[in-house]
C-alpha cells in the first residue's frame, strides 16, 4: 500500500511533465512555421529594390503568401486527424526550410513569390498538426491552457517574422534573415521527433480521409459554428488589415522609421505570448463568451490608440493592447468551438477551420484595403478595422452563449 502510494502520484507527474515538454516543443515549431509568412512584412522596400519591382509588388508576395497558408488549413485539419503530429508537422517544417532558402537566393521576382507560396502551404501543416495534438495530451483542466500556448506560440511566429528580417536586414540583410529562419524551421524539425507516438488504438479510430474532409465541410452548415467562425473572420479582418498597413505609415509622417527600427517596435506582439496561455485558463474559470468579449474591447482600445498615435509613446501602448486583445480571444474561441461540433470532429478538423477562416479574412484585408490607403490614408484604414472588430464584438455579445462546462467538452 505504502509503495502504491508513493509510485501513482510519480508517475502522474512524469506524465504531466512530458506533456508540457511535448507542449513547448510544439509551441516552438509552430512560432517558427508562422514566422515564415509574416517575414516580408517589414522589409517590403528591401526586397522591391532588390527584386527591381515596386513596393506595392513586394506587398503582393505577403498576400500570395498567406491566402496559400490559410487556404491549406483546409488540406492538412483533417490530415491531422489521422496522420502522427510528428510527421505532419516535421515534413511541414523541412519543406518550409527548403523553399525559404531558394527563395533567398532567386533574383527573379515571380519565382521567389512562386516559392513563398508553396512555403506558405506547407507551413500549415505545423500549426495544424500541432493544434490538435493539443488536445491529445493536456492533463485534465489544461486543455484551455494549451490551445492557449499554440495560440501564443502564432502571435510569436507573427512577432518573430515582423521583427526578425527587419532588426537583422539592419546591420546584414533580408536574405540571411531569411537563411537563418530557414535554419530555426530545420531544428524544429529535428525536436518535433521527440513529440509523442500515437497509440494504435488512436489510430485504428481515425476515419478514411474523405469521411474526415466530408466532417470538415459538413461544419459550414451548423450555424453555432459558423457564428464563432464569424467572430474569428471580423477580429482577423481589421486587426491583420491594420498591421499590415502599419508597416508604411511607421516609414512615414510623422515617424520615418527604418526597417529595423519597424521589427524592434514589432517586438511588441509578444505580449500575446503572455496573453494567450492566460486567457485559455481564465476561460476555465469564467464563461469563455466574457474572455472573447473582453479581448475584443481590449483590441479596439488598441486600434483606437493606433489611430492617434504620433509619437513612440502611444504607439507601444496601441502595438500592447492590440496583440494583447487578439490573442486573449483566440483559446477562449477554441473552447467554445470544441463545445459545438462533435465529438469525432474535435481534435483537428474544427480548430484548423476556424483557423482557415481567420486568416483568409486577414489575407483579404491585405488586399482589400489596398484601395482604402490609397484613397484615405492611415485614417481610413484604422476606421475600417476599429469597424470590423466591433462587429466582432457585437457578434459575440449576441451570437453565442457557453453552453456546457471545460470539463465535459474540451476533450
Known amino acids: 500500500m505504502v509503495t502504491t502510494a508513493q509510485t501513482s502520484p510519480s508517475a502522474a507527474e512524469r506524465s504531466r511533465a ?4 511535448a507542449a513547448v516543443v510544439a509551441a516552438a515549431a509552430t ?17 522591391a529594390a532588390s527584386l527591381k519591382v515596386g513596393p506595392e509588388d513586394a506587398r503582393f508576395v505577403f498576400t500570395v503568401a ?27 517544417a523541412l519543406t518550409v526550410a527548403a523553399l525559404i532558402s531558394l527563395a533567398a537566393v532567386v533574383p527573379d521576382f515571380s519565382v521567389f513569390a512562386l516559392l513563398l507560396a508553396v512555403a506558405g502551404i506547407a507551413a500549415a501543416a505545423v500549426p495544424a498538426a500541432m493544434i490538435a495534438l493539443m488536445p491529445r495530451i493536456a492533463p485534465d483542466g489544461l486543455v484551455g491552457v494549451f490551445f492557449g500556448l499554440i495560440i501564443g506560440a502564432t502571435v510569436a511566429g507573427i512577432t518573430l517574422g515582423r521583427s526578425f528580417t527587419g532588426v537583422v536586414a539592419g546591420w546584414a540583410d533580408w536574405h540571411k534573415a531569411v537563411l537563418l529562419l530557414a535554419a530555426l524551421n530545420v531544428l ?44 474569428g473572420a471580423l477580429l482577423f479582418f481589421g486587426y491583420l488589415g491594420l498591421v499590415t498597413f502599419l508597416t508604411y505609415r511607421l516609414q512615414g509622417d510623422p515617424f520615418h522609421y527604418s526597417a529595423g527600427a519597424i521589427g524592434t517596435v514589432s517586438l511588441i506582439g509578444l505580449t500575446g505570448v503572455l496573453g494567450a496561455p492566460l486567457a485559455g485558463r481564465l476561460s476555465s474559470r469564467i464563461a469563455p463568451r ?3 468579449l473582453l479581448g475584443l474591447g481590449l483590441v479596439l482600445a488598441g486600434v483606437a490608440a493606433l489611430g492617434a498615435a504620433s509619437g513612440t509613446a502611444l504607439l507601444v501602448v496601441g ?33 484548423s477551420m476556424y483557423m482557415l477562416v481567420c486568416l483568409l479574412a486577414g489575407s483579404a484585408a491585405s488586399a ?5 490607403w490609397t484613397g484615405g490614408g492611415w485614417g481610413a484604414v484604422v476606421a475600417t478595422g476599429a469597424g470590423s472588430v466591433g462587429l466582432a464584438a457585437a457578434l459575440a455579445a449576441l451570437g453565442f452563449r457557453d453552453n456546457t462546462a471545460e470539463g465535459s467538452g474540451s476533450r
Open 319 to 351: 502595438m500592447l493592447l492590440l496583440f494583447l486583445g487578439v490573442f486573449s480571444c483566440q483559446p477562449a474561441v477554441l473552447v467554445l468551438l470544441a463545445r459545438s461540433v462533435p465529438q469525432e470532429q474535435r481534435r483537428g478538423a474544427a480548430s
Open 66 to 92: 498567406s491566402f496559400a497558408y490559410a487556404l491549406s488549413f483546409f488540406l492538412f485539419g483533417p490530415l491531422s486527424d489521422r496522420f502522427s503530429s510528428k510527421v505532419l508537422g516535421g515534413s511541414g
Open 188 to 231: 524544429t524539425a529535428v525536436l518535433l521527433r521527440l513529440l509523442p507516438t500515437p497509440r494504435a488504438s488512436d489510430q485504428r479510430a481515425r476515419k478514411p480521409v474523405g469521411q474526415a474532409y466530408l466532417a470538415a465541410l459538413r461544419m459550414f452548415g451548423q450555424g453555432p459554428v459558423m457564428r464563432l467562425f464569424g467572430v
Open 368 to 372: 482589400a484595403l489596398g484601395p482604402v
Open 31 to 47: 512560432c517558427c512555421a508562422v514566422s515564415t509568412i509574416y517575414m516580408t512584412q517589414p522589409v517590403f522596400p528591401e526586397i
Open 290 to 292: 466574457q474572455v472573447v
Open 18 to 21: 512530458a506533456a508540457w515538454r
